[in-house]
């Protein structure tokens, strides 16, 4: 490749370099996009992206959330676009150090404790097994904006994102959800975690558990404005600031190896 012409007369040699090894016509030879990052001139010019304590303690507060919470939270994340998405993304990439589109325990673990130093590694992998709603051993972006989402948008965004959520479980638009609405809207939004709660034997008394706490007046329906209050906020009495407790339902231990 050569750079020839004005235009790269200002581009200094390493960055030159840099392009150089992108554009290797020879795929064996092509650097991967993590090596990439380790090129001296890409070290020198990309940012540093530091994690804001407030993020750490949301996701704190989401792992104390039952897994059917966390679920519907999750069903909320997909519904964000836009300007939103794109903020969302920046959030996620300060953890996603490798760039691969998902968290393993040990980026979930390095980019807590730059926040939270005084996290023990016990609460860092309650917090991953947490987050890894569906147990694949990562943190995809959809799971992490779900434990973000209550505190990383601002209120009149959250409003208009939990309408849209509300509307994607309300199919019939009757203007309320029954459990039967919320079971199938969780089930065709994420198949994956719904097949881990109903194998797990679970499935019932969670959802049971989760529509008592929606529907605030005991009327059998959650109406839009039951849904937004319980949604816009952690549970009460699920998980105090601080310290990790332990969730209602097991969380299984990650291997920090």
């Not at 960055?15 to 290797?24: F, G, N, P």
């Not at 650097?31 to 070290?43: T, V």
């Not at 972006?141 to 509307?167: C, D, I, N, R, W």
């Amino acid at each position: 490749i050569k750079f020839s012409g004005g235009t790269w007369r200002s581009i200094s040699e390493p960055a030159k370099d840099c392009i150089r090894q992108m554009l290797c016509p020879q795929p064996e030879r092509r650097p991967s996009a993590s090596a990439l990052l380790s090129h001296p001139w890409l070290a020198a010019v990309a940012p540093q992206t530091a994690i804001a304590p407030h993020i750490v303690h949301q996701l704190q507060l989401f792992a104390g959330l039952s897994r059917a919470r966390r679920v519907m939270l999750g069903v909320a994340a997909n519904s964000i676009s836009g300007s939103e998405a794109s903020m969302m993304v920046k959030h996620f990439l300060a953890f996603d150090r490798d760039f691969n589109g998902t968290l393993d325990y040990h980026e979930l673990a390095l980019a807590t404790q730059q926040a939270a130093p005084d996290l023990s590694e016990v609460e860092l992998q309650r917090l991953f097994a947490a987050l890894d709603v569906d147990n694949t051993g990562s943190v995809d972006a959809q799971e992490f904006v779900a434990g973000v989402l209550q505190v990383a948008l601002q209120p009149h965004q959250t409003h208009t994102l939990l309408e849209a959520s509300f509307k994607s479980l309300d199919r019939a638009a009757k203007g309320h959800i029954t459990k039967a609405d919320l079971t199938e809207g969780l089930r065709i939004a994420s198949p994956s975690v719904f097949e881990v709660l109903h194998s797990s034997g679970s499935l019932a008394s969670e959802l049971d558990e989760e529509f008592a706490a929606l529907d605030a007046n005991g009327d059998g329906i959650v109406t839009l404005e039951e849904f937004r209050a319980a949604l816009s906020c952690p549970l009460p009495g699920r998980q105090a600031p601080g310290r990790l407790a332990a969730a209602q339902q097991p969380l299984p231990q990650v291997s920090a190896h």
